[in-house]
C-alpha cells in the first residue's frame, strides 16, 4: 500500500467524521481524475463536471457509510460512472461516438502512435471505450473495474478481450496497417 492510498484512506475517515477541510483535500486529490473518467463517458466536458459536482455532494455526504475506506477510489469511479450513464440514458439524442470524424493537422506531418490510438479509442463503441480507458487509462484492475460497473470479474475480463479486438481492428482500417 502506497502513501497516497493511506493517505487517501485517512480522508474518507476525517470526511465521514464531518471534517471540512478533508473533504476539500480529498476533492482537490481527485476531482480532475473523476471529470477524465465522466469526460470519456459523456464526451462533454461541460456536462462531465456538473456530473462530477453532482457526485461529490454524494460522495461527501456518504463518506461516513463507506464501510472499507481502502475502496474509495472504485466506489467513487462507480458513483460517477453510474451518474455519467445516467445522463446519457436521460438524453433525447443518443451520443454516437461512431461518427466522430479523424482529422491530422495538415502542417503537423504523421502523428505519434499515442494519438492515433487515443483519436481510434474515440471511434470505439461506448461500452469499449470505457473499459478500455477504465484498465488502460486509470490504471484500474480488473477487480476494481468488476466494481465499477457492477459486473462479474470474467465479464470484464471478456469486455477487455473484445474491446482490445475492436480498438486495433479500428485502428487498422483507419491507419490502414
Known amino acids: 500500500m502506497n502513501h497516497n492510498h493511506i493517505f487517501d484512506v485517512i480522508l474518507i475517515q476525517k470526511v465521514g467524521d464531518g471534517n471540512k477541510e478533508a473533504a476539500e ?58 451518474r455519467s450513464i445516467d445522463w446519457i440514458r436521460s438524453q433525447k439524442e443518443t451520443i454516437k461516438i461512431d461518427e466522430v470524424t479523424i482529422k491530422q493537422d495538415d502542417d503537423s506531418g504523421a502523428e505519434d502512435q499515442y494519438d492515433q490510438v487515443r483519436r481510434t479509442l474515440k471511434q470505439l463503441k461506448d461500452k469499449d471505450r470505457i473499459i478500455l480507458t477504465l484498465f488502460y487509462l486509470e490504471g484500474n484492475n480488473i477487480y476494481e473495474i468488476s466494481e465499477i460497473l457492477g459486473a462479474p470479474v470474467g465479464t470484464v475480463k471478456s469486455r477487455i478481450f473484445y474491446a482490445r479486438e475492436h480498438l486495433k481492428k479500428k485502428y487498422k482500417e483507419v491507419y490502414h496497417e
Open 25 to 82: 483535500l480529498l476533492v482537490k486529490r481527485w476531482h480532475n481524475r473523476l471529470i477524465s473518467l465522466s469526460f470519456k463517458i459523456v464526451n462533454n466536458l461541460e456536462t462531465a463536471k456538473d456530473i462530477v459536482q453532482d457526485s461529490w455532494m454524494v460522495i461527501i455526504r456518504k463518506a461516513g457509510s463507506l464501510n472499507d475506506p481502502h475502496k474509495f477510489k472504485t466506489w467513487a469511479f462507480r458513483i460517477v460512472h453510474n
